[in-house]
């Protein structure tokens, strides 16, 4: 009865106040940080209690059988319901995430004639709210493998939302050097998850960005670059197309064939 009353009561409080998904609001995640955080300590504390005292008692009784049953049933029952709010968590973290690029990022950021010499408003905004918000938060309730699981999800789901905005723009060169400005600072504030799969991720966007900016005579040397010939054909074509000069100088006349782009 301990874990349904205090526990799951626990949860279940946070999750019938909590905001949805697609608040218009700037989520706050440290209440619910703290719930979880005391949850996680509980949760391990019974464990120890469980392992230390009940079950020598119990050993090679008829009920041990039955008892650890129950203990699997009533514990794999909080974990389900932690995950599924920290995937909400996570959900409301990227939610904000777009909704701060599409209010925050003007039309010209990336066709304007003069680099702005620092990254674009919207970007200091979502590294701001991630380094502030959400890391100024998340560590400590979150520890060890459950905080390294949640930054990696974390880095890859904003890793995808930022490069779905980034598509809808188009680039012309000196556009294009402002994108690798915020790029840069977009990497150095995943580099704070301490994942190498997302910071792989990010270093791999920032490659990508070669191909908005290099002379169109030297598109297939950076194409075939090792770091871009595993990526689709197709997406490397759509991305290409972001160039404003791309209908100007006939840059589909100086792409690859699909043949000819061999993934490694």
Known sequence: NFVKDHLEYAIDFYTAHRPPVDSRN???????????????????????CFNDTILPSIA???????????????????????????????????????????NKQEKDDFMSDGCLQKPTTACNEVCRFILTNVLGTMNGPIDGENLQHVMMELGVRFHGA?????????????GAMQLIQDLHKYTATVKRFKDPFVDELFEGLNKLCNLLVVDPEQLIEFWNLGSLAHIEHGFLVQFVKLRADYRRNNIQSKL?????HVRQ
């Open 26 to 48: 700037e989520p706050v995640i440290g209440d619910f940080l703290t719930t979880v955080g005391n949850a996680s300590v509980t949760y391990h504390t019974l464990e120890k």
């Open 60 to 102: 090679s009784t008829e009920v041990q059988s039955e008892v650890r049953k129950i203990r699997q049933t009533e514990m794999r029952r909080v974990e389900e319901k932690i995950s599924l709010e920290i995937n909400h968590c996570i959900n409301s973290i990227v939610n904000w995430v777009k909704i701060l690029l599409k």
């Open 162 to 174: 930022l490069l779905d905005h980034l598509m809808g723009y188009q680039y012309n060169v000196v």
């Open 256 to 260: 690859p064939s699909f043949g000819t």
